[in-house]
């Protein structure tokens, strides 16, 4: 079945990156978009930026511009996320979704706490 | 970038009967629109796309309508599952965007 497994909570200090995969399963990896979307405790979702795992072409959203990186490695069908200069409200819960026009499936989300 | 209204932000309901969730987007998405539902601890999952249709396996007592600028999702005889948090989302063009949720909630 088509899934997305995405890799395991972290926690970081103010200042440093963080990486967050997502492998795909089941499809044909470079024939979708991949999303990825944050939502803080308690808030709601925010959408963060896609990238193409066929070209490997992105769009960020304009309030993560210069601070996210959407990358892909196809051979191992694996979608990441690199958030820098972490801040304590990037505190949050990151999903990666494939984009089949909508978005399904979803990752089961990756908790990044940032915490001195 | 287009931004979505959703209304109300809490909607308190019985089991039975039935809810209408609103989502307005700040200019046309045409029928670019989803419905997400997410409960505590878990990811979103799809409703309703392309504004009307049902994903796989949703009952048909839920529905979407609307198209443009204005849009509904209704849910009839409220189940204690359908209680959640309910998001709209756009993908008509970049940036994609999400209504900021209804909460769905047991009156």
């Known amino acids: 079945q088509v899934q997305l497994v995405q890799s395991g909570a972290e926690v970081k200090k103010p200042g440093a990156s963080v990486k967050v995969s997502c492998k795909a399963s089941?499809?044909?990896?470079?024939?979708?978009?991949i999303h990825w979307v944050r939502q803080a405790p308690g808030q709601g979702l925010e959408w963060m930026g896609c990238?193409?795992?066929?070209?490997?072409?992105?769009h960020y959203a304009q309030r993560f511009q210069g601070r996210v990186t959407m990358t892909r490695d196809t051979s191992i069908s694996t979608a990441y996320l690199e958030l820098n200069r972490l801040r304590s409200d990037d505190t949050a819960v990151f999903y990666c979704?494939?984009?089949?026009?909508?978005?399904?499936?979803w990752g089961q989300g990756t908790l990044v706490t940032v915490s001195s | 970038e287009i931004v979505l209204t959703q209304s109300p932000a809490t909607l308190s309901l019985s089991p039975g009967e039935r809810a209408t969730l609103s989502c307005r987007a700040s200019?046309?998405?045409?029928?670019?629109l989803d419905w997400y539902q997410q409960k505590p601890g878990q990811a979103p999952r799809l409703l309703i796309y392309?504004?009307?249709n049902r994903a796989t396996g949703i009952p048909d007592r839920v529905s979407g309508s609307g198209s443009g600028t204005d849009f509904t999702l209704t849910i009839n005889s409220l189940e204690p599952e359908d209680f959640a948090v309910y998001y709209c989302?756009?993908?008509?063009?970049?940036?994609?965007?999400f209504g900021q949720g209804t909460k769905l909630e047991i009156k």
């Open positions: 089941g499809y044909t990896f470079t024939g979708h978009y």
């Open positions: 979704a494939r984009e089949v026009n909508w978005f399904v499936p």
């Open positions: 392309d504004a009307s």
């Open positions: 990238i193409n795992p066929n070209s490997g072409a992105t």
């Open positions: 989302q756009h993908r008509s063009m970049w940036p994609y965007s």
């Open positions: 200019q046309s998405v045409s029928s670019s």
